[in-house]
């Protein structure tokens, strides 16, 4: 029986993807358990012909699907489709796995029957020789079973179920119907939210799996990338907002998707804050958002504002980006940066 599918979503990255692959089987004891897919998403370099080597010398544990470009999301909607793992996760092919907790972590899911196990992870920024590990609040003790209706998502402070830090069941992710956006960014978002109305129970263990590769300059995560992309974060942040307002859910996990996405809208506000001032598409852009949220999403609206209080004083200029509101948006978000090094959204 596999215990775990680890989807590995590849797009040239023939430069990282051996170091990825070498970290997964590592331990060769468990690769019985384990179901490695790896997704060639139409690369331009050598990444399929170093997949299709892994998956001749590890018949039994690796799969390729060689597909046409797609984006991550088709990538892991692939996977998905053919997973035969108890549990499934993703693992991009630039980062890799702690060697020594990983296949601890396969052992244990033996252990559960529940719809997501939560660990660790690491934050490797590599340029600046640093790691930042990742753990959930200390208020949230680990191998108990949590019931999702009525845990204290208060507890997670700003954090929830990321996608670095989840193991899913792949019974409850097929319930959920979960297809994620393709040729679009930030589909993890949708990867963390959609299944939450298919979810009854979790529980977290403590094990550091994930090292999560941070310093690319093409990473969507950069600063330059998001305004690049900021449609694309509209459109996941547009999709996720009508889930919370149509799809039944009790308040609890209401309020845990509402927390979220306060969050994703902090970072579309700061990826507007963070492009040019006098881009004029990109003022005329956010206008018609703060609008919309306003008039459609009250709740939200205000609830955003109440948690950045940058974002009343962004709104105080019309979106003009005056002088006096980018001195004030640098003090709030030098601010936030000294506080926690977390992921983004």
């Known amino acids: 029986m596999k215990l775990l599918t680890v989807a590995v979503p590849t797009y040239n990255t023939e430069k990282y993807l051996d170091r990825c692959l070498l970290s997964l089987l590592h331990d060769e004891s468990v690769l019985d358990q384990l179901e490695i897919i790896i997704i060639n998403d139409g690369s331009k370099d050598n990444s399929l012909s170093i997949a299709r080597r892994y998956e001749k010398k590890f018949p039994g544990s ?3 699907i ?3 470009n797609g984006g991550h999301g088709s990538t892991i909607n692939a996977a998905l489709k053919i997973a035969k793992g108890k549990y499934f996760r993703v693992i991009d092919s630039d980062d890799w796995v702690n060697i020594i907790d990983f296949p601890r972590l396969i052992k244990e899911l033996d252990k559960y029957d529940v ?4 660990t660790n992870y690491t934050r490797e920024l590599v340029y600046e020789g640093a790691h930042v590990k990742f753990i959930y609040s200390d208020k949230i003790q680990y191998n108990k079973n949590y019931d999702m209706s009525d845990f204290d998502y208060k507890l997670f402070d700003d954090d929830y179920f990321f996608m670095a830090t989840s193991n899913i069941k792949t019974e409850t992710l097929r319930k959920s119907l979960l297809m994620l956006d393709e040729k679009t960014f930030y589909v993890d978002m949708e990867y963390v939210i959609f299944p939450i109305k298919e979810m009854s129970d979790f529980v977290y263990l403590n094990y550091d799996i994930y090292r999560y590769f941070i310093g690319r300059g093409d990473q969507s995560i950069s600063i330059k990338s998001m305004v690049k992309n900021r449609k694309d974060h509209e459109k996941v942040l547009l999709k996720l907002l009508n889930f919370y307002k149509y799809t039944k859910m009790n308040k609890n996990k209401r309020d845990y998707v509402k927390k979220i996405l ?7 506000y700061m990826i507007y804050c963070g492009g040019k001032a006098e881009n004029n598409l990109m003022k005329k852009e956010i206008k018609i958002f703060d609008s919309q949220l306003l008039e459609n999403y009250p709740d939200l609206y205000k609830a955003v504002a109440k ?11 019309k979106f003009l980006f005056t002088k006096s509101f980018f001195s004030f948006y640098k003090k709030y978000v030098n601010h936030q940066l000294r506080i926690r090094a977390r992921g983004s959204l």
């Open 62 to 64: 690796i799969i390729v």
């Open 66 to 68: 060689d597909k046409t």
């Open 115 to 118: 719809d997501i196990v939560l």
């Open 262 to 268: 306060v969050l994703m809208l902090n970072s579309h």
């Open 307 to 317: 948690k950045f209080p940058y974002i009343d004083q962004y709104r105080s200029t």
